[in-house]
């Protein structure tokens, strides 16, 4: 099992928040997995969400069956996606699922970084026929001029909050990657490793980013009343210093590589 499964399941809080705010992603990386795969493929979808990829891989002729860990955002995910053509387990992708059944493709979109790495590589290796394709999928926010200096800005409420930014700083756009290209080039069982990057801004009022904010995992294990403070903070900052709009600057990435004969 990876990881710490408290945050990973945060987002099962917020099911209707995560649906309204947080973005799909752009047609033309669809069109480019799409190229890929067999005409009417069948998908395993790792960590659905409330179907932000799901409705494009469905209106683009595949059978899906998703597994989401979160049992309140899969049944938000059926709310939204009423087809026969989505199957939806509740269950954790490093255990299931344990039928024996193959895919032409294994996707996941802003998830496969909750999956420990040796199942990453594993798992679709298991799951995959030969030639069938794994894709992964994050969107990145990067170091560019679009947000205006928003997030420069902002950062001195994070950290007076105890949630100043961790990790390497945000990427220039031509510089995101995903840290599953190294283990799929090394892997043999895998080829064709293939790196794509879309431009995706996307922009919100301060009220839409309150609750982007919520929808994330960091936000969701503060304290109720210690997470409403820096929620209430933010808001008022977009709305006096930012005109009530916020570009987050932001680049699709996608990783796909095809499972070895």
């Not at 930014?165 to 945000?170: I, K, S, T």
């Not at 080039?185 to 801004?201: A, K, N």
Request: proline share 8%; net charge negative; aromatic share 8%.
């Amino acid at each position: 099992m990876s990881g710490d499964r408290q945050p990973r399941q945060s987002f099962n809080n917020v099911p209707d928040i995560y649906d309204r705010v947080r973005p799909g992603y752009p047609a033309p990386m669809f069109v480019d997995l799409f190229s890929a795969l067999p005409s009417h493929p069948s998908v395993l979808e790792v960590g659905p969400g409330t179907g932000q990829a799901t409705r494009d891989l469905l209106k683009r002729g595949a059978t899906v069956h998703a597994i989401e860990i979160g049992p309140a955002t899969a049944r938000k995910l059926r709310e939204v996606l009423p087809t026969n053509e989505l199957a939806i387990t509740v269950g954790d992708f490093e255990e299931g699922p344990t039928e024996h059944h193959t895919y032409d493709c294994v996707f996941s979109a802003s998830a496969y970084h909750w999956i420990s790495p040796a199942k990453q590589l594993d798992r679709p290796a298991e799951l995959l026929i030969p030639q069938g394709v794994l894709a992964v999928v994050d969107l990145i926010q990067v170091d560019s001029p679009n947000d205006r200096g928003f997030f420069a800005a902002a950062q001195p409420i994070f950290e007076r909050h105890g949630q100043g930014h961790v990790g390497p700083p945000a990427p220039k756009r031509e510089a995101t990657d995903l840290p599953i290209r190294i283990a799929l080039e090394s892997d043999r069982r895998f080829e064709r490793v293939i790196l794509r990057r879309y431009d995706w801004d996307q922009t919100y009022t301060a009220a839409q980013y309150r609750d982007l904010m919520l929808s994330d995992s960091r936000r969701q294990m503060m304290d109720a009343q210690a997470r409403e403070r820096l929620l209430d903070d933010m808001e008022s900052f977009i709305k006096g210093e930012f005109a009530d709009c916020v570009v987050r600057p932001l680049v699709a990435t996608m990783i796909t590589a095809a499972r070895a004969a």
